[in-house]
Structure formats: C-alpha cells, structure tokens
C-alpha cells in the first residue's frame, strides 16, 4: 500500500526554522535526513522531499481563455505543506506509525516539535461504483 504522509507546520510568514540557532536548524535537518535513510534502509521510502514555503507559493487556475490566472502569496496562512514523504508500507497502521515518528522532529533546544503529519493512501485506481 502507497501512503503519502504530508508534514504541515505552523505559517505566518517564511519557515519558522529561518529564526532558529543554528545547532537547533542543524539537529533538526540531520533527523529528517536520518528518518529518510531509516526509511530507505526499510524498504519503505518511494520518495521524500520540503518544498518552498508559502511566500513562494501560488494558486494557479486557468482563465478564459486558458491562459494561467496566479493568486499568491499567502504568508498569513496558519499552517502550510512543508514537505512530504511516499511510502509504501503492508498496512495503514505502519504509515500511521512512520508518521508519529517523523511529527518527533526536534525543534528548539531538541524538545518534539508534534508536527501534524497528514497521511493519505494513494490510490491506484479510480474508485469503483457500488451496485
């Protein structure tokens, strides 16, 4: 089963790591860079990556006449999408668990940050009709 385990953290504004020490901006990127290795070494990581925060961030639709229409950026949202990982795990209970470990993420001075860590299976197909 394919999982996507989407990491949201807190907004306003650029990433709140930007203001943190160094050693703790440090300890932070070496868990995730850990977690990911873990995760390949299991078998279980498809794909890991952090996106550009929200004041890089736009929507885009097309307009009328198909051309793209941009709104952004939103540096007042309360959380935004940081990052993600793709995994592929025998059971949703072990992407649950992947999750909680990844929301441990040390923050300042190494305490847990708790991040919300959203998880979504990834579907390979469209779904069926029930009849």
Known sequence: ?????????????????AGWARKDLEAHINFMKGFAVKLAGNGELLSAQGLAGPDQAKLVKAGPDGEP???????????????????????????????????MAPGPGGKPMHLNIEVREVMSAPPTEQG
């Open 69 to 103: 229409v941009t709104d952004g950026v939103f540096p007042e949202s309360k959380e935004f999408l940081a990052g993600f990982w793709l995994v592929d795990v025998e059971t949703a209970e072990r992407a649950y668990r992947i999750a909680a470990e990844a929301s």
């Open 1 to 17: 089963m394919k999982f996507m385990l989407l990491m949201n953290t807190p907004g306003n504004g650029p990433y709140q790591v």
